[in-house]
């Protein structure tokens, strides 16, 4: 039975012609190759990452767990552990029950063991290692924070407390992608360490990202570094609330003009300096009595009235009287004398005034194609109003109406649509591809697979019948058109059977040198269904060896 098969199958190729030889080639090739790859694709598990950010030590004892769990991994680098993606939490449980990792980020767990023995040195070690840790954990819970390592310098213990140094520390974070720290987060992050080690100050903490960049500094850095961090710190927080400006007013435009229509540009400028402001007021107007006195005088008189020169000389013995003469009558003296003290009402006010406050806002706005004055007048008002301007403090605005140049943006815009026409076209021509390749391997696979059906031993067997296990025909039955073209099929028309059913010429001895027209049409046929149908000319040539046994 194999025998038969593989003869028919190299029956079957020797058939075919070269064009069709190299598609079944190609076809045969390419299932070879496809198929393995997508059962190797669908039978490959997919990885995910189970540790990061790892000690050697502690990759290495991972990896011989997992060995030894026959477990399969990947490792990327020597610091990440892949492990298959439905595995992952079982690992992570495993390698924590065995307390794995363990030098990655210790904490104060390094003394949950036994320190029998260990040196007070050692003690001290651990101890700065257990607190780097913790301090390490607590940081990279921050949401912006990837990777932290935190280094702190604890200085020994001197006689004297002027030559005491100071406790350092200092931080380097690893930023995820596309994320970024704010000033607030890297002071948190600075006072965060500086109260979590005893004797440390936050201007003793330098944060440091792995790009190089300079966070924090402090102040107990000095020099220039010192300063350049107090600028940049400045610098970074006038932007922010420049940013914050902006933003207000670029949605109350977007919202009344619609996208694209407007640019805001906002400049601010911090007061730094720290102020003490006292200020004292006097009110006239509120009557206090502070202090009252008051005089009063008078004088009476009877009917005698004594006149005269007073003086000594009318006092002394001898001397003569001269003078005028009283007279009657009454002599009355008054005299009142007030003196009013009153308060006068004053008001003292003590305002410190801490730096970061706005010393200055300048605003500027360009609108596009508004003409009407009043309407850039209401639009210049609520803009001062979203921004927080104010003229008394010297703020700024100018919103001025202006054409927008958009050449540049339409011919963007117009190219854009051509390149997604043309990936949309594209994409098209690739499906359109793609099915007519398809349907052509289908259509030629069932036309090989219906001419290997046909080749086979159970359509060649019951044609290859002997003559005389063919059943006679009656005497003078003939053989009629429509009973050939009912074996032949309607693909074979009528002037290409009529030749075929004319009756065949009687053997000569002599074979024949040259043919007529209708043994060459006849020829032609036969080599035709030779190749559609090879069942069909063998029953044509039972159908001819028929008719001549009844001949004879």
């Known amino acids: 039975m194999i025998q038969r098969l593989l003869t028919q199958i190299g029956n079957f190729w020797q058939r075919q012609r070269t064009p069709q030889k190299v598609i079944l ?38 990896v011989e767990k997992l ?27 495993m390698m924590a029950r065995e307390g ?39 940081i990279a819970s921050m949401e912006p924070i990837e990777a932290v390592r935190v280094h702190i310098v604890t200085p020994e213990e001197t006689l004297f407390t002027s030559e005491q140094k100071a406790t350092t520390a200092s931080v380097t974070v690893k930023v995820k992608a596309g994320a970024m720290l704010d000033a607030g987060q890297v002071r948190a992050i600075t006072f965060l360490v500086a109260n979590s080690v005893e004797g440390l100050d936050p201007e003793n903490v330098a944060v440091v990202d792995t790009e190089g960049n300079l966070l924090a500094a402090g102040a107990g850095a000095g020099g220039a570094a010192g300063a350049m961090s107090q600028v940049d710190s400045r610098r970074t927080a006038e932007m922010a609330v420049a940013n914050d400006v902006q933003k207000k007013v670029k949605d109350l435009l977007e919202t009344v003009l619609g996208p694209n229509k407007s640019v805001v540009q906002v400049s601010v400028t911090l007061d730094w300096s720290d102020k003490l402001v006292t200020t004292q007021s006097f009110d006239p107007t509120p009557v206090a009595v502070r202090s009252a006195q008051q005089l009063q005088e008078s004088y009476s008189t009877d009917s005698t009235v004594v006149a005269g020169v007073p003086g000594a000389t009318t006092n002394l013995p ?13 002599l009355v003296y008054s005299r009142t004398e007030v003196t009013t003290n009153y308060e006068i009402s004053m008001s003292e006010t003590q305002q410190t005034i801490y730096p970061g406050d706005i010393d200055r806002i300048s605003l500027s706005v360009l609108v596009d194609g508004i003409t009407d004055a009043q309407q850039l007048t209401t639009l210049q008002t609520a803009i001062s109003a979203a921004a927080g301007i104010d003229q008394d403090r010297g703020d700024v605005i100018s919103v001025q109406s202006l054409a927008f140049d958009r050449t540049y943006s339409e011919q963007q815009a117009e190219e854009l649509a051509k390149s997604q026409r043309n990936a949309t076209i594209i994409t098209i021509i690739q499906i359109v591809a793609i099915v007519l390749v398809a349907a052509f391997l289908f259509w030629y696979v069932m036309r090989l697979l219906r001419n290997l059906r046909m080749a086979s031993v159970e359509v060649w067997t019951p044609v290859l019948k002997p003559v005389t296990e063919v059943a006679p025909l009656p005497a003078g039955a003939g053989v009629s058109l429509p009973s050939i073209e009912q074996m032949l099929g309607p693909s074979i028309t009528e002037e290409e059977v ?55």
């Open 318 to 330: 001898g001397a003569q009287e001269t003078g005028t003469t009283g007279q009657e009558g009454n």
């Open 25 to 62: 080639i190609t076809l045969i090739a390419v299932l070879v190759i496809v198929v393995p790859v997508l059962i190797f694709w669908a039978t490959t598990p997919t990885y995910g990452v189970a540790f990061s950010n790892l000690a050697e030590s502690d990759a290495a004892a991972i």
């Open 67 to 93: 060995q030894a769990a026959n477990i399969s991994y990947q490792l990327r680098g020597t610091d990440t552990i892949l492990v298959p993606s439905d595995q992952i939490y079982n690992v992570r449980l």
């Open 498 to 552: 009529a030749p075929v059913i004319l009756p065949p010429p009687k053997p000569k001895k002599e074979p024949l040198i040259v043919q007529t027209p209708e043994e060459e049409q006849m020829q032609r046929v036969v080599a035709r269904l030779a190749d559609d149908n090879p069942a069909r000319v063998a029953e044509i040539i039972q159908l001819w060896l028929n008719e001549d046994k009844q001949r004879e």
């Open 100 to 138: 794995l990792p363990k030098q990655s980020t210790v904490g104060y767990e390094l003394f949950s063991g036994n320190t029998l023995g260990m040196t007070e040195f050692t003690q001290k070690v651990n101890y700065q290692r257990a607190l780097a840790g913790e301090l390490e954990r607590t």
